[in-house]
């Protein structure tokens, strides 16, 4: 599997969200498993709803 760095997953995960890419198609490119690219993308969600409860307003 590849070395994929935060950025990189951001960015991934950045391109699913806009329905630019398939998770398929993004783990192609990075090297790495559907399921691992999906977790990134769940990950990045709780992140983002967790952020949004802190500060108490719609980011």
Same mark, same amino acid.
Do not use: C, P
């Given at each position: 599997?590849?070395?994929?760095?935060?950025?990189?997953?951001?960015?991934?995960?950045? *391109?699913?969200?806009? !329905?630019?890419?398939?998770?398929?198609?993004?783990?192609?490119?990075? !090297?790495?498993?559907? *399921?691992?690219?999906?977790?990134?993308? *769940?990950?990045?969600?709780?992140?983002?709803?967790?952020? *949004?409860?802190?500060? !108490?307003?719609?980011?």
């Amino acid at each position: 599997m590849a070395k994929v760095s935060v950025e990189q997953r951001i960015q991934a995960v950045q *391109r699913y969200l806009n !329905g630019d890419e398939s998770v398929s198609e993004i783990a192609k490119d990075s !090297g790495v498993t559907d *399921r691992v690219v999906s977790d990134w993308i *769940r990950r990045y969600q709780l992140i983002f709803h967790v952020v *949004r409860i802190i500060i !108490g307003k719609s980011v």
